[in-house]
C-alpha cells in the first residue's frame, strides 16, 4: 500500500510563500507519477502539478503555474510544492497523489480514480 505523508501547510498572508512536502515509500517514489491536488471550501478537488518519477518533466496547471512549482529530491524520498504570491484564492487542503499512469495524465484524471491519496495538509491565505 502507498504511504503519503504530506507536511508544510499552514497560515500565511497574501502574497507570501510556503513550501509543502510529501513523502512516500522508496518503492513509490522511483515508480510512481506523483502530483498536488487541492480542494479549495464548497469546491472540487482539482489538480495543481504533477511530475514524473525521474523528475525530470513537470506539469502544472495553468491558474498557478506562474508561481507554483513542483520538484523532487529523490534521495529524500521526498516530493514538494513551492508556492509563491498565494492569494486567499488559493486557501484549500492540498494533497499529494501517487499513481501509476503517467504524469502527463493526471492533470486529465478524475481524482476520483488517483490510486492514492495523503492525508491533506491545509493552507490559509488571508488577506
Known amino acids: 500500500q502507498v504511504h503519503l505523508v504530506e507536511s508544510g501547510g499552514g497560515l500565511v498572508q497574501a502574497g507570501g510563500s510556503l513550501r509543502l512536502s510529501c513523502t512516500a515509500s522508496?518503492?513509490?517514489?522511483?515508480?510512481?507519477?506523483m502530483g498536488w491536488f487541492r480542494r479549495a471550501p464548497g469546491k472540487e478537488r482539482e489538480f495543481v502539478a504533477a511530475i514524473t518519477w525521474s523528475g525530470r518533466t513537470k506539469y502544472t496547471a495553468d491558474s498557478v503555474k506562474d508561481r507554483f512549482s513542483i520538484f523532487k529530491e529523490n534521495a529524500k524520498n521526498t516530493m514538494y510544492l513551492q508556492m509563491n504570491s498565494l492569494t486567499p484564492e488559493d486557501t484549500a487542503v492540498y494533497y499529494c497523489?501517487?499513481?501509476?499512469?503517467?504524469?502527463?495524465?493526471?492533470?486529465?484524471?478524475?481524482?476520483?480514480?488517483?490510486?492514492?491519496w495523503g492525508q491533506g495538509t491545509q493552507v490559509t491565505v488571508s488577506s
Open positions: 522508496e518503492v513509490t517514489f522511483n515508480t510512481y507519477a
Open positions: 497523489a501517487a499513481d501509476t499512469r503517467p504524469a502527463q495524465a493526471m492533470g486529465s484524471t478524475n481524482p476520483g480514480e488517483i490510486e492514492s
